[in-house]
């Protein structure tokens, strides 16, 4: 409980940050990159320059998914810095491709369904590339089974995530006899009785 709370406590301080670099700095550059990305793309997709509605819809959205990234305990730094260069890319791509689409000024004009899906769809991007990018992280954080356990049953480590035959061998060897007390390893061989101790 702990943990989870000093996450929550994590994200809402980041986002906080982040909001405040926006304001002050980031929302400049960001305006700046459609200025040079939007006639790239509206010559490319339509042979012309077209006059296109400029949104910040889904920056907010990158805001949440930094801040989780950041507030997820035990992810080292590179790939740290890598998972979020890389949803904050594809979030890009994503908004600038809705602009240039016209999804952009139809959803503001024209109340219904697309407008429905424009509004709601970036709500869970943030949460899915979260969980996409740190499922092991989270499963860890959360306690539950990450989705290469359930693949790989009782040759999966829930340590350290390697993949070993001889599993309670590997723990007692690798990280000592008493993780084998651990609440994380008590459950893996909870799910896994084809394990021996």
Request: glycine content about 6%; overall charge positive; proline content about 5%.
């Amino acid at each position: 409980m702990k943990a989870k709370l000093l996450f929550l406590a994590k994200v809402l301080f980041f986002s906080i940050i982040l909001f405040a670099l926006w304001e002050s700095t980031v929302a400049k550059w960001y305006f700046l990159s459609f200025n040079y990305v939007l006639p790239f793309l509206s010559q490319l997709f339509f042979g012309e320059q077209r006059q296109l509605i400029v949104s910040t819809h889904f920056f907010p959205y990158i805001i949440a998914f930094i801040a989780l990234v950041l507030s997820t305990p035990k992810v080292r730094l590179i790939r740290r810095i890598t998972i979020i260069l890389a949803g904050t890319t594809i979030f890009l791509i994503f908004g600038y491709l809705t602009v240039v689409s016209g999804i952009t000024a139809n959803a503001a004009s024209r109340p219904g369904p697309l407008r429905t899906l424009y509004e709601t769809t970036p709500l869970f991007l943030p949460f899915l590339f979260w969980i996409i990018f740190t499922h092991r992280e989270v499963s860890d954080l959360f306690g539950i089974g990450t989705i290469t356990s359930k693949i790989r049953g009782d040759r999966l480590c829930p340590i350290c995530g390697k993949e070993r035959a001889g599993m309670v061998d590997h723990i007692k060897a690798s990280h000592g006899e008493k993780s084998l007390k651990t609440r994380k390893v008590k459950r893996f061989l909870s799910e896994n009785p084809s394990v021996q101790i």
